[in-house]
């Protein structure tokens, strides 16, 4: 997977060098590139942004840096390609684990991080005809910039790519995972604290651990998420066994 990422702190993109996502990259498995919209500018003062149309608080990030920086990185990447433009912003649709499983499929993800009011709109308007664009929340709150909900999405996305985890079977149990939270998980040592650990998780019995398990997860997510359960048609769930 190729991602390339668009931002006026191209600092804050740092951390994908790090950790798992830094060994992707050496292994080849994911290929970033961050560019400086800056770059793009042909102002003395190099400015990204200016009054809002129609007026109103703040500044909104004018068209001309966007549009030659989309151009720009269309054309560093495969010839006839059509990446996904993903345009972190609080009106976008929200990302979940099914949308960074969709992400994961793709070859070739394009992020604009606005800032300030945003961006100005004829830049997604012309985007379209070259990217598909995806306006995405990362959730209902408003942010200085993009670049945070990059790094959790680009997070999110990587970890599911092929060889990029160390054991893949861990993404089969986690949180969201089939729709339901993942249970509370021990490890040693036996007593801490004067507490102590499940029976069931010493017993040795798989198949009983496994059904524990299960429990823990749908009575974890009917106390914590009941709208998760809503969405879900877990097969012989009787939800009155979830009254917690
Ligand atoms: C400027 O971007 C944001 O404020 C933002 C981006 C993605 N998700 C959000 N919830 C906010």
């Known amino acids: 997977m190729r991602i390339d990422v668009v931002t006026v702190f191209p600092d804050y993109l740092a951390p994908l060098q790090l950790s798992l996502l830094g060994k992707a990259q050496e ?6 590139h961050v560019h400086d919209l800056r770059a793009f500018t042909t102002d003395r003062h190099r400015s990204v942004d200016d009054t809002p149309y129609g007026g109103g608080a703040g500044m909104v990030m004018t068209p001309g840096p966007w549009g030659a920086a989309l151009d720009a990185v269309l054309a560093q990447g495969p010839e006839g390609a059509r990446p996904r433009l993903v345009v972190p ?3 976008g649709r929200v990302f979940t684990q099914d949308v960074a499983a969709e992400y994961a499929a793709d070859p070739w993800l394009v992020f604009a991080c606005g800032r300030y009011e945003g961006i100005d709109a004829r830049v997604l308007e012309d985007a379209r005809s070259r990217y598909d664009v995806d306006e995405l929340s990362i959730g209902d709150y408003v942010l200085f910039g993009g670049e945070v909900a990059v790094l959790v999405v680009v997070e999110a996305v990587g970890r ?7 054991n893949a079977e861990s993404l089969a149990e986690e949180s969201h995972t089939g729709g339901l939270l993942e249970a509370p998980t021990w490890t040693k040592p036996a007593q801490w604290r004067g507490l102590g650990v499940p029976d069931v998780l010493v017993s040795g019995d798989h ?3 496994a059904r524990w398990r299960r ?13 998760l359960l809503a969405r879900l048609d877990v097969d012989g769930l009787d939800r009155a066994d979830l009254a917690v």
């Open 27 to 32: 292994a080849g498995r994911l290929e970033a």
């Open 89 to 91: 912003s609080p009106a």
């Open 160 to 166: 599911l790519l092929p060889g990029v985890l160390g």
């Open 207 to 209: 198949a009983r651990i």
């Open 215 to 227: 429990d823990e997860s749908l009575r974890r997510t009917a106390s914590t998420r009941p709208d």
